[in-house]
């Protein structure tokens, strides 16, 4: 009988035990079974306790996705450390804070990686170690440079007993509003989180999973323990263009995969080969509001695959999901709660919100995460009591207070509204980006948009709209906004729409960047703006 798994790397080495021979990870030019995998896995465990590591030591892992990436993550949780997966699109600096500011003892990396670092590294005073996967090494820098699979003849001490609220990783946030923050899992929050979900994706060992979401996004690191927890194959892909995707799809004959919406907006305009199209079961799409213009499109082109809607934080992993079956009957919901996680909508002062009153979302339950590394003052202001509780435990587990507004129908369904920081205040109303950009979505030309909020002496804050058109060609600005004018009362009307001309810029984690946008906007006074 399948015993369930209490640790993180336990969802590996079970599947490992149960189908030695069942694959497990694969690239564009490799294949590795449960077993070989688990040997790796292992193999890293072993030589991370060879080079000193104890107990809750950090293991930063700044590679590509790779076979050797997914075996540190998994060894370094198997010598009892804790696995710090580091974006590998970040620049030198942002990975040096990373490894400063987790006091990481290990960094596990390329060659390459590790040239274009220059000396940053160096200047991490807790980093004892650097392993490359693919060099020789030097055990004469400052910081010895290891090669992968090195044996010094150092003893390999037994790894430390771990129990299932012990720390297994820190996933660092983007940072687009200041420097990236770690939260801190346990291995109860990953293990829930791969249980949960696995449950109502209907997940099974006959699945083959598309990885495209860095493995440093709570949502990529889960394409991992999902698939190891039901023993499904997983296929590692870094793609450079959209299309790159689709081809993986067919060639590997993918069942599920997850994106963020501005990768699925992307994915919406490309051509899906029958085959691509037939072997999709399911799709999933969370991390902001996938717009009803790409949904549309993808059920079109999909038309037999599964879509889940849902809606998570780092902070507790994931919260709801929305069944594909409802998509009609609840447009723009993000659902109902997942398995083993509970969520209160409630007002600035704890008190429940009626029906359809906008509210903030607190989540409680085993995937909530243990706080901020290093920062007990943000923890603070996050992780409190739950809302309106009386006379329970003394000493009960805190809630995520998540900042996000939603509200919930009558029917127990969510609605995403939008970032408490995200808000735009203008002309005395609090108005959503999101209801702003699904106008814009829908029309002729467009891309991709975002919405921010830019000072006004009158309006308090302006809705400045920035968008990309399809192709490069100009928008047509006076449609756009006639378009707005139709669809919209006056106070949400966009005083100005940007043609950008180009991309819009992408955080580590491939949601499109507000905070970066805001701070180029400069609004023009124009004559014509829109009056409230």
Request: hydrophobic share 40%; glycine share 8%; aromatic share 6%.
């Amino acid at each position: 009988m399948d015993r369930s798994p209490f640790l993180l790397h336990d969802l590996l080495f079970q599947a490992a035990a149960r189908e030695p021979d069942a694959p497990a990870l694969a690239t564009h030019d490799q294949r590795l079974d449960y077993a070989s995998l688990a040997d790796r896995a292992n193999a890293a465990a072993r030589a991370f306790l060879a080079l000193g590591l104890t107990a809750d030591d950090r293991v930063a892992v700044f590679l590509e996705k790779r076979p050797e990436a997914v075996a540190a993550l998994f060894g370094a949780a198997a010598a009892g450390g804790v696995a710090v997966p580091i974006n590998p699109h970040l620049k030198p600096h942002q990975v040096k804070h990373i490894v400063r500011d987790s006091g990481a003892r290990l960094l596990i990396t390329s060659s390459p990686r590790l040239a274009a670092l220059g000396e940053t590294w160096a200047g991490c005073p807790d980093l004892s170690a650097v392993v490359v996967v693919d060099g020789t090494g030097d055990e004469r820098a400052a910081v010895p440079v290891i090669p992968w699979g090195h044996r010094d003849g150092g003893t390999a001490r037994a790894a430390a007993r771990r129990i299932d609220g012990d720390m297994a990783a820190i996933l660092y946030t983007s940072g687009s509003t200041g420097r990236p923050k770690g939260v801190v899992l346990s291995h109860r929050n990953l293990v829930a989180g791969a249980e949960s979900v696995t449950r109502y994706l209907g997940n099974t060992r006959r699945d083959r999973i598309l990885a495209v979401l860095p493995l440093s996004f709570d949502y990529g690191l889960s394409q991992l323990t999902t698939a190891f927890r039901v023993g499904a194959e997983v296929t590692l892909l870094n793609p450079l263009v959209p299309g790159d995707i689709v081809r993986s799809v067919e060639r590997h004959a993918i069942t599920g995969m997850a994106a963020v919406p501005p990768l699925w907006i992307d994915l919406a305009t490309q051509t899906w080969p029958p085959e691509a199209a037939a072997s999709l079961r399911y799709i999933t799409s969370s991390g902001g509001s996938l717009p009803d213009s790409a949904l549309t499109a993808l059920r079109a082109r999909l038309p037999i695959t599964d879509i889940y809607l849902m809606y998570g934080l780092t902070e507790a992993f994931r919260s709801t999901y929305l069944p594909p079956a409802e998509i009609d009957r609840r447009p723009g919901s993000i659902g109902k709660p997942i398995p083993n996680a509970h969520i209160d909508v409630v007002r600035e002062d704890g008190s429940p919100c009626d029906p359809d009153e906008p509210g903030e979302l607190v989540h409680r339950g085993a995937l909530v995460s243990l706080g901020y590394w290093n920062d007990p003052k943000a923890t603070a202001r996050r992780f409190r009591p739950p809302p309106g509780r009386r006379g329970g435990p003394p000493l009960e587990a805190p809630a995520v207070w998540s900042g996000d507004t939603v509200r919930r129908d009558r029917d127990g369904y969510l609605y995403f509204i939008g970032r408490r920081d995200e808000m735009i205040k203008t002309s005395g109303y609090r108005v959503s980006p999101q209801e702003i950009e699904e106008v814009v979505y829908g029309a002729p030309g467009v891309a991709e948009a975002a919405a921010v909020g830019v000072p006004h002496p009158r309006l308090g804050q302006a809705i400045v709209v920035i968008a990309a058109s399809r192709g490069g060609a100009p928008l047509a600005i006076d449609a756009l906004m006639a378009l707005y004018r139709r669809r919209l009362p006056a106070f949400m009307v966009p005083t100005h729409i940007i043609d950008r001309g180009e991309p819009l810029p992408r955080n580590a984690n491939g949601k499109i960047d507000r905070a970066a946008l805001k701070a180029t906007v400069t609004l023009i006074h124009d004559p014509r703006e829109v009056a409230p």
